[in-house]
């Protein structure tokens, strides 16, 4: 599957080590390996997908990890009481079966969104959608997670812009009733309901709502 959809189409890069394209494309290759597909830079923000078995076990499991690159090079926008622990620069990843033009449309528009309104994104944050932003999924809120997978880890640990840390954070899909449960119960019992259901690590437009 991986071989059949590598298309290295953006190879235009600079080999300027000051370039933080050319950074980043290191850092994330050290970690993951070559990219299988890029995805052109649209706004200032090309889009990588990474060929992954993500099956523990022996039978397969395949899919890719994107990961946004450029979203980084602008700092958010952050309230002056989040504390010196939030970072004000971030890329986004997202597990997925398939790079759907859908999804790569969707993580282009995440990518801008803290830039429109002069605000930003962290763990724990939610973006509810009027509409459901995929097609093939009726879940309209998106819910940002970080990386725990050990590799996606290493690449936010990696990963510098103008010397501040930036932060990865992971795309999900959750339905209306996961996103009260969080408003009325807290992040911390959802992601308890998660590890109990065994989230799956792909994105699954047909799984169940837990609550």
């Not at 076990?57 to 010196?84: H, K, N, Q």
């Not at 309104?117 to 763990?123: H, S």
């Not at 932060?167 to 339905?175: A, D, F, M």
Request: glycine share 6%; hydrophobic share 40%.
């Amino acid at each position: 599957m991986f071989s059949k959809l590598r298309n290295m189409f953006a190879g235009n890069a600079t080999s300027s080590v000051d370039d933080p394209f050319v950074h980043r494309r290191n850092v994330y290759i050290e970690e993951l390996d070559e990219p299988d597909i890029v995805f052109p830079k649209e706004d200032g923000v090309e889009i990588l997908a990474f060929g992954r078995d993500f099956s523990p076990i022996e039978s397969e499991d395949e899919g890719y990890v994107l990961l946004t690159s450029g979203m980084s090079d602008r700092a958010m926008t952050l309230p002056s009481d989040v504390g010196e622990a939030v970072r004000r620069r971030a890329e986004l990843m997202w597990y997925v079966r398939e790079p759907s033009d859908e999804i790569i449309g969707n993580l282009r528009w995440l990518a801008k969104y803290p830039f429109i309104d002069d605000t930003w994104l962290g763990f724990g944050h939610r973006i509810p959608m009027p509409t459901p932003p995929l097609s093939i999924c009726s879940f309209k809120t998106f819910l940002f997670l970080t990386p725990v997978i050990e590799p996606d880890q290493a690449v936010a640990e990696n990963l510098r812009i103008e010397e501040e840390q930036v932060e990865i954070l992971t795309v999900n899909l959750i339905s209306d009733g996961e996103y009260s449960f969080i408003r009325e119960t807290g992040l911390d019992d959802f992601l308890d309901a998660l590890d109990d259901n065994d989230y799956p690590p792909i994105f699954d437009p047909d799984r169940p709502s837990y609550f």
